[in-house]
C-alpha cells in the first residue's frame, strides 16, 4: 500500500489550458497606414513600367512610356488577380481602378489601329489629350481642396464665444416732405379711387362767334328792351348744359356789342333778368 502524501505537501501544479489565438481583425492590424495603402494600390508588373496605375495614366500622357508596347492582355489578368484580392479590401477601390483600366485600354487600341477616315468618333490623340485635360482639373481640384483644408477651421483653430451676442435692428424712418407735400399725398389717396377725367360733349357747347353773328343779326329787329333768353337759338332753350352754354355766349356776345356801342343793357335788381336794345343814333 502506497504511503499517503503528507498533508504539508504542495498540490500539484496543472498547466493552463490552451486558447486559441483571438481573430485578426484585417481592418486592425499593426501595419502603418503607409504600409495599408501600399498593400491597396494596384502594382502593375508590364513590358516598359511598373508601378500604380494612376501613375501609368500620367505618363501615357506626358509620353513616357510607349502605350504601343504595353501589353493590354497582362494588363488584364494582373487586374483580375487585384480583383480577387480587393475582396478582402474596399470594393469601390477595384472599381476606381477598372474605370482607369478601361480608358487606357480604349485610348491604346484607338493608337495602335489605323485611323479610319469613315469614323466620326475622336481620334487616338484626342482621346488623349482630353484624358489629360480630366487629369489636370483633378489636380487642380486637388490642389483647392488642400489649399481649403490648410486654412484655420472653427473648433480647432479658432473657437466663438459660448454665449452668442444677439444683434437686435431698430429701424427708424426720417420724412423729409413739406404741409404742401403732405396734402398732396392724402389729397391723391383720397381721390384715387374716385378720380375720373371730366370728358363733355362738344355738341352741347354754343360757340361765342355764333352767338355773336346771331345777336348782330336779330337786334335791329327789336327796338323795345328785350330779354336776353329771347335772342337764344331754336333747340338751346330747355333745361341742361346746353341752354347754360348758349345763356353764356349770348351774354358774351352782348357784352362784345355794348363795348362796341352797338346795344344798351339793363338790369334792374341784382339776380335779376337783362334786357337789351339797340342804341339809338344820336
Known sequence: MADAAPPDADPPELD??????????????????????????????????????DLLLTLSRSQKVDLRRVSVLQLAEQ????????????????????????????????????PDPADEGPSGAELA????????????????????????QKGRDFFVRGQPQSIALT??????ASLLDL??????????????????????IYPLEAALERLRDLIGQHADW?????????GWRGAGPRKRSAMASTFAASLELAKQGQV???????????????????
Open 16 to 53: 493552463p489550458p490552451e486558447r486559441d489565438p483571438p481573430e485578426r481583425d484585417p481592418w486592425e492590424d499593426s501595419e502603418s497606414p503607409a504600409a495599408r495603402l501600399a498593400a491597396e494600390a494596384l502594382i502593375i508588373d508590364v513590358d516598359g513600367f511598373e508601378g500604380p496605375l
Open 79 to 114: 487586374y483580375l488577380s487585384f480583383i480577387a484580392r480587393a475582396r478582402a479590401l474596399r470594393l469601390e477601390l477595384a472599381a476606381d481602378y477598372l474605370v482607369m483600366a478601361a480608358w487606357l485600354a480604349f485610348l491604346k487600341s484607338r493608337l495602335l489601329l489605323p
Open 129 to 152: 489629350a482630353h484624358l489629360a485635360f480630366q487629369l489636370e482639373r483633378l489636380g487642380a481640384m486637388r490642389d483647392a481642396a488642400a489649399r481649403l483644408m490648410g486654412r484655420d
Open 171 to 176: 429701424r427708424k424712418t426720417n420724412i423729409d
Open 183 to 204: 396734402m398732396k399725398a392724402y389729397a391723391r389717396l383720397r381721390t384715387r379711387d374716385e378720380f375720373r377725367p371730366y370728358a363733355f360733349d362738344r355738341s352741347d
Open 226 to 234: 328785350t330779354d336776353l333768353s329771347r335772342y337764344l337759338p331754336e
Open 264 to 282: 344798351e343793357l339793363r338790369q334792374s335788381d341784382t339776380f335779376a333778368p337783362l334786357h337789351l336794345r339797340p342804341k339809338a343814333a344820336r
